[in-house]
């Protein structure tokens, strides 16, 4: 009898940006994956063994092995690029070197800048707080969305120039990323982006396709629990 589990396991939660954006890649090349609950904050002794930088995702393919640190990889970037190379189509990093270049860089924007800005100055103020029982972080939160999100909401819309994507005239990694990201401020959040109309218009887009929709609605039913309406920051 053939093993009916997936391949590949994301070890994480659908909480993660990063593991979203690597379920996304999944869903968009029709990879059949799982998602294994690990708690990041707690996390079990052999977890640790996979993932160094104690973060969450890390990609285990069980036809390489099913146990131990062999068949597994952290860090969402370096899983995307390995699904992309073990199921070629549909291809989510540009041909063209310039355009695989601007993908990477905007990927790797959204990693880091972004995710600072909207994950920890944002989400993580006020879920982990309400989840707790606290008071939500409502000032530091305010100050993310009206000091440090700005400038890189404006570097986005500086390199989007206006396109539907952001490199290689094609959805890419760069794409899923920053919606994957962008999105994690929505969960507890309102997000208008009525000053930056170019990325406006591309994260309603983004925000239309299964890839990203469908692992955003499983953070957003945990979400909702705690939190049944969005704060308005501005
Ligand atoms: N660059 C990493 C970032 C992963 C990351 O920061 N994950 C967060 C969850 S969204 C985490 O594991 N945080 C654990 C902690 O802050 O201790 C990636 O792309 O996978």
Not at 33 to 42: H, I, M, R, T, Y
Request: proline residues 11%.
């Amino acid at each position: 009898m053939t093993d009916p589990r997936p391949d590949l396991v994301l070890y994480g939660s659908p909480l993660s940006p990063f593991l979203r954006k690597a379920a996304g890649v999944c869903i968009a090349k029709g990879v059949p994956f799982e998602v294994e609950a690990v708690n990041v904050f707690a996390p079990p002794p052999w977890f640790l063994e996979i993932s160094p930088m104690k973060r969450i995702p890390v990609l285990r393919d069980r036809s390489v092995a099913e146990e131990g640190l062999a068949g597994t990889i952290p860090d969402s970037s370096a899983i995307c690029a390995y699904i992309e190379k073990k199921h070629p189509a549909p291809a989510l990093y540009p041909d063209d070197p310039m355009a695989l270049g601007e993908a990477l860089f905007i990927e790797e924007f959204a990693d880091t800048s972004l995710a600072m800005a909207g994950g920890l100055g944002i989400f993580r103020p006020i879920f982990f707080a309400i989840s707790k029982g606290e008071e939500p972080g409502l000032d530091k939160a305010r100050d993310a969305w009206a000091n440090q999100l700005p400038p890189v909401f404006d570097v986005l819309e500086t390199r989007l120039g206006g396109r539907e994507y952001f490199a290689g005239n094609a959805l890419s990694i760069a794409d899923i990323t920053v919606a994957c990201v962008l999105m994690q401020i929505a969960l507890v959040a309102e997000t208008p982006l009525a000053r930056w109309p170019g990325l406006a218009a591309h994260y309603a887009a983004m925000q239309a396709l299964p890839l990203v929709a469908e692992p955003y609605a499983m953070a957003e039913r945990i979400v909702r629990k705690a939190l049944p309406t969005p704060f308005d920051l501005t």
